[in-house]
C-alpha cells in the first residue's frame, strides 16, 4: 500500500513536469526556424505563389490562429490521441510514431544488451583485477571507446563489415541483422562509460568494512565482489543504465538516420529538415515522457534493491 501510495504521489508530482515538457515541445515547432507554409507551396524554391494561397494553405494547416490558441487546440487533440497531420505526407502523426516506436525500442533493447553484457562485465573484471594486465587493457579500451564520435564508429563498422568483408548489411532492416551495426554503434561509447563507472563503484564497495571482514573469512576476492560488493554498486549503475536507455530510445537520430531504420529519430530529423511542425512536437513530447517514466522506473528499482530505501524516501534519480 506504502509503494502504491508513493507511485501516486511521484505520478502527481510529475504532473507539472509533462505539462512544461507539453509548453517546450510547442514551442520548439513554433519557433524552429523556416516557414512550413512555405515549405508546402514552394518545396523546390522556385516557384510562386499569391499571398491568397498563402492564406487558404496557413489556414488549411491552423497556423493563421495565435500560437495560444494553436497550443491549446494541439493539446486538446493530443488529450484524444491525435498528434495532427504531417504537413508534408498528410499522414498521422500518432500513426507513424506507432509504426516506428517498436523499431527505435528494438534498437535500444539490442544495444541496451551490449552495454550491460560488456560494459558490466568489463567494469567487474577490472575491479577485480585491479592494477593488472587486465585491469589496464580493459581501462585503455574503455576510454578509447566512450572518446570516439558515434557517427565515425558507424561510418568504421560500415567500411568494414558491409563494404570490405559484406557480411553485414550497411542500411535498411530487411532482416534482423540490420540491427546489429547500429547496435553496436551505440553501446560502445556506453561500454566505455559503464565499465568506468561499474570499476569505480565495486572498488568503492571493495573498501568497505563487510568486503575486510570477507577477506579475513578466507573469502577469494572474485567471490566476495560477485556475491557482496557487486550487489550494493548496483545502485550507480542502474542509475546511468536507466537514463542511457531512455536516451537511447529518445535520442538515436543520428545512428538512425546514418543506417536509414525507419525510427523515431530518423523521423525526428526528416521533420527538423522540412519544418513539420508536428512530428517535431511530437518527437519532444515524446522523449520527454520517456525520461519522465524512465526515472519513475529508476526509483523503483531502487526500492527493490535496496531495503533501506523506503517508498517515501526513495533516492531521487
Known amino acids: 500500500m506504502a509503494l502504491l501510495k508513493y507511485i501516486l504521489k511521484k505520478m502527481l508530482m510529475l504532473l507539472p513536469v509533462l505539462v512544461g ?29 499569391t499571398q491568397a494561397e498563402y492564406d487558404a494553405m496557413a489556414a488549411k494547416m491552423g497556423l493563421d490562429q495565435p500560437a495560444v490558441v494553436q497550443y491549446f487546440n494541439w493539446v486538446d487533440g493530443l488529450a484524444h490521441g491525435d498528434l495532427g497531420r504531417s504537413f508534408f505526407t498528410n499522414k498521422s502523426v500518432m500513426g507513424q510514431l506507432a509504426k516506428r516506436i ?13 552495454t550491460i553484457v560488456f560494459g558490466v562485465g568489463s567494469g567487474v573484471l577490472m575491479a577485480v583485477k585491479k592494477d593488472r594486465l587486465l585491469d589496464h587493457v580493459l581501462g585503455t579500451f574503455s576510454t578509447v571507446a566512450l572518446s570516439v564520435p558515434g557517427f565515425w564508429i558507424a561510418i568504421v563498422l560500415i567500411f568494414i563489415f558491409a563494404e570490405q568483408w559484406k557480411i553485414l548489411p550497411s542500411s535498411g532492416i530487411s532482416d ?113 515522457c520517456i525520461y519522465v517514466l524512465t526515472n519513475i522506473l529508476i526509483d523503483l528499482i531502487y526500492i527493490a534493491l535496496d531495503p533501506k530505501i523506503r517508498a517515501g524516501e526513495a533516492v531521487e534519480s
Not at 27 to 46: C, W
Not at 102 to 114: H, N, T
Not at 200 to 212: C, H, P
Open 176 to 288: 534482423g541483422s540490420g540491427f546489429i551495426l547500429p547496435a553496436i554503434t551505440l553501446a560502445l561509447p556506453s561500454i566505455g562509460v559503464c565499465a568506468r563507472l561499474t570499476r569505480s563503484a565495486i572498488l568503492d564497495e571493495i573498501g568497505r568494512q563487510y568486503m575486510t571482514v570477507a577477506d579475513a573469512k578466507g573469502m577469494s576476492r572474485r567471490r566476495a565482489v560477485i556475491r557482496h560488493a557487486f550487489g550494493n554498486a548496483l545502485i550507480p549503475i542502474i542509475t546511468y543504465l536507466g537514463n542511457h536507455m531512455a536516451g537511447i530510445i529518445g535520442g538515436a537520430s543520428i545512428v538512425e538516420t546514418i543506417f536509414a531504420i525507419p525510427g523515431i529519430g530518423s523521423y525526428a530529423i526528416a521533420g527538423v529538415q522540412s519544418k513539420d511542425y508536428y512530428v517535431v512536437q511530437a518527437y519532444v513530447l515524446f522523449s520527454g
Open 102 to 114: 517498436p523499431i527505435s525500442l528494438k534498437l535500444a533493447g539490442f544495444s541496451m544488451i551490449l
Open 21 to 49: 515538457i507539453s509548453i517546450i515541445a510547442f514551442a520548439l515547432g513554433i519557433m524552429s526556424p523556416g516557414d512550413p507554409v512555405d515549405q508546402v507551396l514552394n518545396p523546390n524554391g522556385n516557384e510562386s505563389y
